[in-house]
């Protein structure tokens, strides 16, 4: 197997990181036992434990495992190189929904795809079988793949939950030190909001990508494992799918821009009723153009 393959990288650097939390002369568990746990092939655990003994960090002979030292920075590949081929994948394919006009419904054809996305029909499948729990692909009895969109109740439900996670961090943010990174981060938006506002007539589709940023980034205050997995599912569902409907999609976009900076004002002021109303009024528009794209209030937002 290729040392350069992304899987490989990505659960050695898994590895590495258990390894870190474990003594010296730790025996480890079964390959079977190992590849469980990272998710991975016994044949990619083999040339874990190989790298692994070869970098002298284990010894390794016949079934006997043993840690001989925690690693070290220096042994784990760059994350730029470890990361995941879904991530990546996910990357690719919600950029095809945005840039490209797919409708719900859609059958998937997953050898052009697979070829346009650079990677293998097999990597596309898992990819794929993942990514259904969202509700936005759908594997047929047939066994295709179709794209599927949105009931206006599911639009209504995620809306809600999302403006409970918000407010969360949006609280929390505010009470923030002056001199937490998370101002100058704004400050940056704020910038970066701008020069797309002066650009809008030709820039108007990038708004997607600053949207996920802005909303990553006061999410990111919580530091919470489970407000990170729903901001990916927010990135997925309000920053791609609902731009299938393409009706208005300038002007909404240009309307989320002076929200989002009425918004950063607010949080700069460290005001919570000034923050909270802000939210409110962005994320009530998030979920109209929402809707929007299952069929219901499909009209442009002023």
């Known amino acids: 197997m290729a040392r350069t393959n992304d899987r490989y990288k990505s659960a050695y650097n898994q590895m590495l990181a258990r390894l870190k939390t474990l003594e010296a002369n730790f025996e480890l568990p079964s390959e079977t036992v190992l590849a469980s746990e990272l998710g991975v092939s016994r044949t990619i655990i083999r040339s874990i434990l190989g790298q692994l003994h070869a970098a002298r960090i284990i010894s390794w002979r016949g079934r006997r495992k043993r840690l001989l030292r925690q690693p070290v920075a220096a042994d784990r590949f760059p994350d730029s190189e470890a990361e ?3 991530e990546r994948l ?3 394919f919600l950029e095809w929904i945005l840039r490209t006009d797919v409708a719900p419904e859609t059958r998937l054809n997953i050898s052009l795809l697979s070829r346009q996305f650079g990677t293998t ?10 990514f259904s729990r969202f509700g936005i692909v759908e594997r ?4 295709g793949w179709v794209l599927r969109g949105f009931t206006a109740q599911y639009a ?3 809306s809600e939950f999302r403006e409970m996670i918000e ?3 949006v609280r929390k943010l505010v009470a923030l030190d002056p001199g937490h990174p998370i101002w100058g981060q704004l400050d940056e938006l704020e910038r970066d909001h701008r020069a797309l506002l002066e650009q809008v007539e030709t820039r108007y589709r990038d708004f997607s990508a600053l949207d996920d940023r802005l909303h990553t980034t006061i999410n990111s205050v919580q530091n919470n494992r489970f407000a990170r997995e729903f901001q990916a599912l927010i990135s997925m569902i309000f920053h791609y799918h609902y731009q299938w409907n393409k009706r208005w999609e300038k002007q909404r976009n240009t309307v989320a821009i002076s929200e989002h900076l009425a918004y950063i004002g607010a949080l700069r002021k460290r005001d919570w009723n000034q923050a909270r109303a802000a939210a409110l009024a962005h ?7 929402l809707l929007a794209s299952t069929g219901d209030n499909d009209a442009p937002i002023e």
């Open 84 to 86: 995941s081929i879904a």
């Open 90 to 92: 996910e990357d690719k």
């Open 121 to 130: 029909t097999h990597a596309l499948q898992e990819f794929l079988v993942r």
């Open 140 to 143: 047929l009895q047939t066994g």
């Open 156 to 158: 209504i439900e995620l």
């Open 167 to 169: 407010l969360a961090s």
């Open 283 to 289: 994320l009530a528009t998030a979920r109209q153009t």
